[in-house]
């Protein structure tokens, strides 16, 4: 039986964007999963199957950083990556200091985002 590949959670407003994360996992060692919705993404962590959750910043109903909170709250191990096209803004960078979360600007390269989400499963797979 092969081993369970990781998976990533993305929550997006925007179609466009979920529709562009979902092309980057062909090839890769995760399975990719999309929502627009920040309660089912939510709902996901908590049955404890996602590995990583990719969240936009700007979200109607909640931010980015405040959905990403309960994550950590709720699932301390789930790797938390905040994809924003405002990576000057106060809070992000103080959630990214403070161990929240890691952050990926808007517009992202493509490469470098499956990098990070690679490193990131693998680091979390070490401990």
Same mark, same amino acid.
């Given at each position: 039986?092969?081993?369970r590949r990781p998976?990533? *959670?993305?929550?997006? +407003?925007? /179609?466009?964007?979920?529709?562009?994360?979902?092309?980057?996992?062909?090839?890769?060692?995760?399975? *990719?999963?999309?929502? +627009?919705? /920040?309660e089912k993404a939510l709902e996901r962590v908590r049955s404890g199957d996602v590995s990583l959750v990719i969240a936009d910043y700007r979200m109607p109903g909640i931010s980015g950083t405040s959905l990403l909170q309960v994550i950590k709250a709720a699932s301390p191990s789930t790797i938390r990556i905040m994809l924003t096209g405002y990576p000057r803004d106060g809070w992000i960078r103080a959630a990214e200091e403070n161990g929240l979360m890691r952050v990926c600007i808007k517009p992202w390269d493509d490469a470098e985002l499956k990098r990070l989400i690679r490193d990131e499963l693998a680091q979390a797979a070490e401990h």
């Open positions: 039986m092969a081993p998976v990533v *959670l993305c929550v997006d +407003d925007e /179609p466009p964007i979920l529709s562009a994360l979902t092309r980057l996992p062909q090839r890769e060692p995760y399975e *990719l999963v999309t929502t +627009d919705d /920040p």
